[in-house]
């Protein structure tokens, strides 16, 4: 059975019944590892999904596109290392998704990164 988010459910034995996905705490603009992420969501339970978000806007005149953006807003992620008070938290890195959002005016692209490799280097 596909797992939905659930929004405004008060009934947590429904929630687990049905597979819904739940997250704890949403924290914002908070300060972890080197700097402030825009948006973590932590999960109830360690063995859930956990999301770093981090948003860009794209200055065109300046020759930005959204696809830069995207790549830096995850670059930023890794780079200032905003996951590392999941870890703290004992989430397993391969449970913590980051995302890159960037917005052009009413366009917006959003970009995951994938998995480190063997040889720690993360790719989007």
Known sequence: MPR???IGRQDF???RERNNFYVDKTLSNKESGLGRYDIMLEP???N???FVIEFKAVH???GETLENAVASALEQIENKRYASELRGRGIA???IRKYGFAFAG???LTGKAKQQDEGGCLAW
């Open 93 to 95: 890195k391969e449970k």
């Open 106 to 108: 009413s366009r917006v």
């Open 4 to 6: 939905t988010v659930s």
């Open 60 to 62: 065109e005149g300046r």
């Open 48 to 50: 859930d999904d956990a």
């Open 44 to 46: 109830m339970s360690a």
């Open 13 to 15: 034995e429904k929630m």
